[in-house]
């Protein structure tokens, strides 16, 4: 979604913010732009096509300065044409960009039209624009700090004023904003992987902060305005992170990374330990009688996978809520409950508030299960597990979503053990199942060339159906969903069962019926429903345990998977379903890495 980078350097800082902007493409936008004080005055360059595009104008227009902003923009207010996208200038004299949506733009807009102010865009922000052009008096910190009060909603700014060569000044408030401390020069960024080769020293801002940048120092102050110290961590992660390598995609790269970043994912000790999750989070589980899961997208499918082993494994009753009906609807807090939050980026807009939200509930205990250890959700939460599953770059979300489940596996086995459910030699078999996971892992990647040749078949259809039962079911979601994202075939997916009670109907020989079928005790009555869909002509590909003895035969294709992983194997499963939507996206040409009108990681409501 939105990126913001900014820099106050003694160089021309240009390259550096559209390497910044690079960095973030990879989030989904769809328009670009770049903002520096020049000799004194504000110039820009602005793009509706990549950041490629950007690059080429400003080596073209000789665009250079030591100051400025830039962005990618998702649109939310207004088309993504070019009068929209940022950095938004007011009157030739404060140039701006902001992530985020603000509630009150329509009132503002009027009051700043009053007072004269034309309005060339239909964003929300060019409010912000003017409103701190109306407000300087000379200060632009001060003008900042006074301006961002009368903004109602969530946004993170950054800011430049003609009169003021080395400064550029943020804000923030329920987006995220990072400063980069540099030796002589200093940067902003709405994540740090913007600013990977620039610098490795990070402040990460709180709410509600505003922070002015100059060449040799940042000074914040937080929401009350008082001065705020925010500790400077050093962050090397980044480096590297966005090679594609042999590659021809993100998300193929990502894919095959799964059985590094599961083996990074699993524990170090032999065994589950509560404090994997944090201190004291032992006292904590020991006094808690259920689980709620928030999350959104894939997240939201590992809860729902999570929910099959804590109340199978640890018996423990488990609800999974997509975050942004959760935080919106009457609920029945339960302060026994442990909030759980899933996200690979840890600043989902809706899943932080729904967090935020059951915190005002009175849930006091609360998890964060996330791939990134400084994100908003990691430091709103109690207690945290990370799963390292490296910077994902790739819109559709692969190898965070094995990693949550790695971490959720974790958490059911230790809930398990600590509720008596789970002696030591389960323990250790548990152990032994998610160390040989990786090796599982690459004989199913080793299944690619034959997916290659079913995906040739998907890519004329325009629907899919994916079936699974059980633990099986959120895998299919998954499945169907990782289709539509990158190939935009429709895809559904349904609980096996479910099939007679309305899908059915769909069933032709044009559809193809993707089924999950492992080796679990729900097998029987999967092969029913496989039936059901044969006889209606249906086209059934199944990705089968190798000891379930389905095999290929008229109108059904068999793709041959390990034997029957046991309750890990959903993490085995999901991965042909990935490899099948990748190489079908990729058949019928579609920008795998940035589908149309999706982002990464979505930092608005
Ligand atoms: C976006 C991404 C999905 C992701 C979802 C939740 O929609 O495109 O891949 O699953 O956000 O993101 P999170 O970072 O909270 O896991």
Not at 312 to 333: D, H
Not at 515 to 534: F, G, Y
Not at 580 to 595: E, F, I
Request: charged share 20%; net charge negative.
């Amino acid at each position: 979604m939105c990126g913001i980078v900014g820099a106050v350097a003694q160089r021309n800082i240009v390259p550096v913010l559209v390497e910044g902007l690079r960095r973030l493409e990879y989030r989904g936008y769809d328009s670009c732009g770049v903002a520096v004080l020049s000799n004194g005055e504000p110039r820009r360059a602005r793009s509706v096509e990549r950041v490629a595009d950007l690059d080429a104008q400003v080596r073209e227009t000789h665009l250079s300065g030591m100051t400025g902003i830039a962005h990618t923009r998702w649109a939310t207010h207004g088309a993504p044409v070019t009068d929209n996208a940022h950095p938004i200038f007011s009157r030739d004299t404060v140039a701006l960009v902001h992530n985020g949506i603000i509630e009150n733009y329509e009132t503002l807009r009027e009051m700043l039209k009053g007072k004269g102010y034309e309005f060339v865009s239909q964003t929300d922000t060019e409010v912000i624009a003017h409103l701190i052009h109306s407000m300087y008096r000379g200060d632009l910190f001060q003008t900042v700090r006074d301006a961002v009060r009368q903004l109602h909603g969530a946004y993170a700014i950054a800011v430049i004023h003609k009169d003021q060569p080395h400064t550029v000044v943020g804000a923030r408030q329920g987006s995220p904003l990072v400063v980069g401390v540099g030796q002589g020069e200093n940067f902003l960024a709405s994540d740090a992987l913007a600013l990977a080769g620039s610098t490795d020293h990070f402040a990460f801002l709180e709410e509600g902060d505003v922070v002015e940048i100059g060449l040799d120092g940042v000074k914040i102050v937080d929401r009350e305005g008082l001065p705020a110290e925010r500790e400077v961590r050093v962050v090397t992660a980044y480096g590297g992170a966005v090679e594609l390598g042999p590659y021809r995609h993100f998300m193929q790269k990502e894919i095959f990374e799964q059985p590094r970043a599961i083996t990074d994912t699993i524990p170090q000790a032999d065994h589950f330990d509560p404090a994997l999750f944090g201190a004291g989070a032992g006292d904590v589980f020991a006094g808690i009688d259920s689980l709620l899961i928030l999350a959104c997208g894939t997240s939201y499918y590992s809860g729902l996978t999570a929910k099959y082993w804590l109340e199978s494994i640890a018996k423990i009753p488990t609800q999974v809520e997509i975050a942004s009906e959760y935080r919106y609807r009457e609920s029945v807090p339960n302060p026994k409950a442990l909030v759980v939050v899933i996200s690979q980026s840890g600043e989902t807009a809706d899943t932080l508030a729904a967090l935020k939200h059951a915190q005002s509930l009175g849930h006091k205990h609360t998890l964060a299960v996330c791939n990134v250890a400084t994100s908003a959700m990691v430091r709103q939460t109690e207690f945290a597990f990370l799963t390292h599953a490296g910077t994902e770059i790739g819109v559709a979300s692969t190898k965070a979503f094995t990693t949550q489940l790695v971490g959720l596996f974790v958490l059911a086995v230790t809930l398990a053990k600590m509720r008596g459910h789970v002696n030591a030699k389960q323990e250790a078999a548990y152990f032994g199942q998610l160390r040989h996971l990786p090796a599982a892992l690459n004989s199913v990647l080793a299944l690619e060339p034959q997916i290659i040749a079913w995906s040739e078949e998907f890519a004329r259809k325009e629907n899919a159906l994916f079936l699974g039962r059980g633990l099986h079911y959120p895998i299919a979601l998954e499945g169907a969903l990782k289709l539509k994202e990158i190939s935009y075939i429709h895809a559904e997916a349904y609980p096996a069962g479910e099939l007679k009670h309305g899908p059915l109907a769909l069933v032709t020989e044009a559809m193809p019926v993707v089924t999950v079928a492992p080796n679990d005790t729900l097998l029987e009555k999967l092969k029913s429903n496989m039936q059901e869909v044969r006889a209606r002509g249906g086209e059934l590909y199944v990705f089968a345990d190798a000891d379930t003895r389905i095999v290929s035969e008229d109108g059904i294709h068999v793709i041959r998977m390990p034997e029957h992983y046991g309750p890990l194997s959903p993490i085995l499963h999901v991965v042909p379903l990935q490899l099948l939507a990748y190489h079908t996206a990729c058949a019928r040409g579609t920008d795998v890495d940035k589908p149309r009108n999706l982002a990464k990681s979505v930092t608005v409501e």
